[in-house]
């Protein structure tokens, strides 16, 4: 298991269908979190993380890349 007191935040890359169950307990614990994009996977599961980092005062954060836009790519 994860020591989460020595974590500030955490880089979430996993599949969105599993993403709950893994920001859940990190966030309970005071970690914020930043997720890859897509957010989640159904409006039920955003609605859920969204309670969760209000009730545990933590960023939570989507990242979207832009490695494949035609802007970087020039």
């Known amino acids: 298991?994860?020591?989460?007191?020595?974590?500030d935040v955490a880089s979430?890359?996993?599949?969105?269908?599993?993403?709950?169950s893994v920001i859940e307990p990190l966030v309970e614990k005071g970690v914020h979190v930043i997720i890859e994009k897509p957010f989640a996977?159904?409006?039920?599961?955003?609605?859920?993380?969204i309670e969760l980092k209000n009730r545990y005062h933590v960023k939570l954060t989507v990242v979207y890349s832009w490695l494949f836009s035609h802007i970087m790519r020039r």
């Open 41 to 49: 996977m159904s409006i039920p599961e955003v609605e859920k993380m």
């Open 1 to 7: 298991m994860i020591d989460s007191e020595k974590i």
């Open 12 to 20: 979430i890359c996993t599949p969105p269908n599993v993403r709950l």
